[in-house]
Antibody, heavy 122, light 107 residues
């Protein structure tokens, strides 16, 4: 079964750090670009970051650029999001998502994890 | 960044009705638009990619169309489980952006 499972969420103080992980199974992880998307409570979806299949390139939303770092370990089928300098407005459910292979550019998100909640509060 | 505007914000309909949801981009995105469905407490689910291609396992009552700046998602006959949230998303350029969502509610 194709699956993504996030972990690492929790309660953190403003200014603190957290590292999210996403374990992939059921597909050839190294062949797919991967993304992080978040959803604040009661709000819409916000794309955060993308990483190429080989890890050779990364992209970020302006809201997290310089604070968050996406990475992957293809040998361990895992995706990570290092989140530093966290703010109250980073409180959200964080999803990892697989980008389907596209003929041009990055693909739509065809597989999603169940999400992990991050709460930034003192 | 490309802004996606979904309309309307909420639609009240009855099961069996046909509905068309709209998504308008602030600039041309060719056909690089996807639609997602999100049920309460669940992750989004891909319905349509590249404007008109149904994702694996998506029922035939869902269809997408459009190109450039104007896109639609049509549900031909609403089932009770379709009364949830729908988002559009563009992948034409970075940053990837989502619309604000359209909620379908039972009349």
């Amino acid at each position: 079964e194709v699956q993504l499972v996030e972990s690492g969420g929790g309660l953190v103080q403003p200014g603190g750090s957290l590292r999210l992980s996403c374990a992939a199974s059921g597909f050839t992880f190294s062949s797919y670009e991967m993304d992080w998307v978040r959803q604040a409570p009661g709000k819409g979806l916000e794309w955060l970051s993308n990483i190429r299949s080989s890890g050779s390139a990364t992209f970020y939303a302006d809201s997290v650029k310089g604070r968050f770092t996406i990475s992957r370990d293809n040998a361990r089928n895992s995706l990570h999001l290092q989140m530093d300098s966290l703010r109250a407005e980073d409180t959200a459910v964080y999803y990892c998502a697989r980008a389907r292979v596209a003929a041009l550019g990055t693909g739509a998100f065809d597989i999603w994890g169940q999400g992990t909640m991050v709460t930034v509060s003192s | 960044e490309i802004v996606l505007t979904q309309s309307p914000g909420t639609l009240s309909l009855s099961p069996g009705e046909r509905v068309t949801l709209s998504c308008r981009a602030s600039q041309s995105i060719a056909g690089y638009l996807a639609w997602y469905q999100q049920k309460p407490g669940q992750a989004p689910r891909l319905l349509i990619y590249d404007a008109s291609n149904r994702a694996t396992g998506v029922p035939a009552r869902f269809s997408g169309s459009g190109s450039g700046t104007d896109f639609t998602l049509t549900i031909s006959s609403l089932e009770p489980e379709d009364f949830v949230l729908y988002y559009c998303q563009q992948r034409s350029e970075w940053p990837i952006t989502f619309g604000q969502g359209t909620r379908l509610e039972i009349k």
